[in-house]
């Protein structure tokens, strides 16, 4: 086998049998739903029991899954940062919060959330800027990539949405001028809607694509996985958050 194919199998480690029996018991055991299983303490977010069961089969991902996942992906690349790309994850509020002024965009609201004393860099510093992006019932991911100088747009259901380029170009020039104190030339800039990627064969998988396409862009590798992996990747998602490690 080629060593891509070889490089590909560690993103599909099969769980041990300890760790499935952790799983099940986490996604199907009794016990009150609403005991708190994991509390990852930097972010604060803490997972219950009735939290997790959204990464059963045919779930649809809450917040806090995402966001917490999120947390460990951003520790994922601090404790290697030469395996991975330097990436912001923004968490599942931060679009709805820019997208919903009064006039719909409204970076007052978020401008507080990556002073450079709670990051500890700036944006203009990272590879890729990631972006959830909510639509009425369905994930969806932007992803400002600095280095390429393109918008793009990724939704596991094939379609786009203009108006999400529009409020992140918005976004990234006020924030790299409020931070960094330069100007971006966003009208070079692309706005791109990958259409080549893998999609949802069903009506419930949105989420964990979208979080399968931040993972394999955070590593700088092709999106090489399909709907026959959302079953794995649902129970790899649950043994990660309850060892409060992303590999």
Excluded at 61 to 85: C, H, Q, S
Excluded at 158 to 170: H, I, K
Excluded at 175 to 201: A, F, G, H, R, Y
Aim: charged share 30%.
């Amino acid at each position: 086998s080629s060593s891509f194919e070889r490089d590909l199998s560690q993103f599909f480690v099969p769980l041990t049998a300890e760790d499935e029996k952790e799983v099940q018991d986490c996604l199907y055991g009794n016990g009150s739903s609403s005991k708190v299983l994991v509390l990852h303490e930097p972010s604060n977010i803490e997972v219950s029991r009735e939290k997790f069961r959204c990464l059963r089969p045919h779930g649809w991902l809450n917040d806090e899954v995402i966001n917490l996942y999120l947390e460990l992906l951003k520790e994922r690349g601090m404790r290697e940062p030469k395996r991975f790309l330097k990436c912001h994850f923004f968490n599942t509020f931060f679009y709805k919060k820019l997208a919903c002024g009064k006039t719909g965009y409204d970076y007052k609201s978020v401008k507080r959330w990556t002073t450079s004393r709670k990051l500890g860099y700036e944006l203009i510093e990272c590879d890729k800027i990631f972006v959830p992006v909510h639509q009425n019932v369905h994930w969806c991911l932007a992803i400002i990539n600095m280095k390429a100088k393109t918008v793009q747009y990724l939704d596991s259901l094939g379609g786009d949405d203009f108006r999400v380029y529009e409020m992140l170009a918005r976004y990234i020039v006020d924030e790299v001028k409020d931070k960094s104190n330069k100007e971006i030339d966003i009208s070079s800039w692309t706005k791109e809607s990958i259409d080549c990627i893998p999609l949802q064969e069903n009506g419930w998988d949105c989420g964990m694509f979208m979080l399968k396409y931040i993972d394999f862009h955070s590593r700088g590798v092709s999106l090489s996985f399909g709907q026959e992996h959302m079953e794995y990747f649902r129970r790899r998602t649950a043994k990660e958050i309850l060892r409060l490690r992303a590999d």
